[in-house]
């Protein structure tokens, strides 16, 4: 079992910057691979960026590449998303997921409660 929790979401204005943290626990978060996905009103859910279990493989989507960067401290058991050039379409809630093989939009293994980002124009 793992849990998930995030944190550092909030408020900015367009251009901004804010780093999402995902802290998990258990001892088998090394063997995880974990991503960040997010969900906006009345749009469908987004995968954001992947990162593979020792954080040398990392996706990205088109509208957040150069932007975002996603890394991950196995000894920490924290996944991060960092968020600059932040854009008034970045606003949605974000989630963090774990999965045995790899996250997707629809398909993870466990996530956590999300923390929403709100950029303002």
């Known amino acids: 079992q793992v849990q998930l929790v995030e944190s550092g979401g909030g408020s900015v204005q367009a251009g901004g910057s804010l780093r999402l943290s995902c802290a998990a626990s258990g001892r088998t978060f090394s063997t995880y691979a974990m991503g960040w996905f997010r969900q906006a009103p009345g749009k469908e859910r987004e995968i954001v960026a992947t990162i593979n279990w020792n954080g040398d493989s990392t996706y990205y989507a088109d509208s957040v590449r150069g932007r975002f960067t996603i890394s991950r401290d196995n000894v920490k058991n924290t996944v991060y998303l960092r968020m600059n050039n932040l854009k008034p379409e970045d606003t949605a809630v974000y989630y963090c997921?774990?999965?045995?093989?790899?996250?997707?939009?629809?398909?993870?293994?466990?996530r956590g409660q999300g923390t929403q980002v709100t950029v303002s124009s």
């Open positions: 997921a774990a999965d045995r093989m790899l996250v997707t939009a629809d398909e993870y293994d466990y």
